[in-house]
């Protein structure tokens, strides 16, 4: 009887112990709850007082690009660059650059697509192959200010998005000379002299 009882428990425990080792698992991986993984990020969502020194969002393709957008904005109808650059909507509503960029390898940019927003804009996203490259060109070539990830940049089509945007994780790369950043905003260096990275966004 005693020994029957002393299996019993045993085997009862080693169930607990298996139970518990399976539940450690229920929070791995870096998927976004419904299986879906898009772009990793190190800033968490709803928080738009991220310094921009947080680990930058990363992607791997482009669709991974839109997925992260549309968690905080929209990013509609995925289109090729070139595809939207021949099509009726870029006539009233153009996209960021053209697509030769694609071609030169001073911009270090890997493929370029335009989505649409809510609010009837056109954003454009950059997937990159070298961020320096890109920085290097967009100081050359005067183009101001764009939002970035580690590995992607996004050009908003309008202010409703980068508004929402805020909260993405996502910093400006400024280089302007004459952009004023206000005080109380994060200033750090970017990779090439002349612009810098802020959580400071100008509509």
Request: some cysteine; proline content about 4%.
């Given at each position: 009887?005693?020994?029957?009882?002393?299996?019993?428990?045993?085997?009862?425990?080693?169930?607990?112990?298996?139970?518990?080792?399976?539940?450690?698992?229920?929070?791995?991986?870096?998927?976004?709850?419904d299986g879906k993984s898009g772009a990793s990020a190190g800033a968490g969502k709803g928080d738009s007082?991220?310094?921009?020194?947080?680990?930058?969002?990363?992607?791997?393709?482009?669709?991974?690009?839109?997925?992260?957008?549309?968690?905080?904005?929209?990013?509609?109808?995925?289109?090729?660059?070139?595809?939207?650059?021949?099509?009726?909507?870029?006539?009233?509503?153009?996209?960021?650059?053209?697509?030769?960029?694609?071609?030169?390898?001073?911009w270090g940019i890997k493929e370029r697509a335009v989505c649409r927003d809510n609010y009837d804009d056109s954003s454009t996203l950059l997937l990159?192959?070298?961020?320096?490259?890109?920085?290097?060109?967009?100081?050359?070539?005067?183009?101001?200010?764009?939002?970035?990830?580690?590995?992607?940049?996004?050009?908003?089509?309008?202010?409703?998005?980068?508004?929402?945007?805020?909260?993405?994780?996502?910093?400006?790369?400024?280089?302007?000379?004459?952009?004023?950043?206000?005080?109380?905003?994060?200033?750090?260096?970017?990779?090439?002299?002349?612009?810098?990275?802020?959580?400071?966004?100008?509509?």
């Amino acid at each position: 009887m005693r020994i029957r009882r002393a299996i019993t428990i045993g085997a009862l425990l080693l169930m607990s112990a298996s139970m518990t080792a399976c539940g450690g698992d229920s929070d791995a991986g870096n998927s976004d709850g419904d299986g879906k993984s898009g772009a990793s990020a190190g800033a968490g969502k709803g928080d738009s007082s991220q310094a921009a020194g947080t680990k930058l969002p990363e992607a791997s393709d482009m669709a991974s690009v839109a997925y992260y957008l549309n968690q905080y904005g929209s990013c509609l109808d995925l289109t090729p660059g070139a595809e939207y650059d021949d099509s009726s909507l870029a006539d009233h509503d153009p996209a960021w650059g053209d697509e030769k960029m694609t071609g030169e390898p001073a911009w270090g940019i890997k493929e370029r697509a335009v989505c649409r927003d809510n609010y009837d804009d056109s954003s454009t996203l950059l997937l990159l192959s070298d961020m320096k490259k890109f920085q290097t060109s967009m100081h050359a070539e005067n183009y101001g200010s764009i939002l970035i990830g580690k590995d992607f940049a996004v050009a908003p089509g309008g202010a409703e998005t980068i508004e929402d945007l805020k909260a993405s994780g996502l910093v400006a790369l400024s280089c302007d000379p004459e952009r004023q950043i206000p005080s109380g905003y994060k200033q750090e260096p970017a990779q090439v002299d002349g612009c810098v990275l802020t959580n400071y966004y100008a509509n």
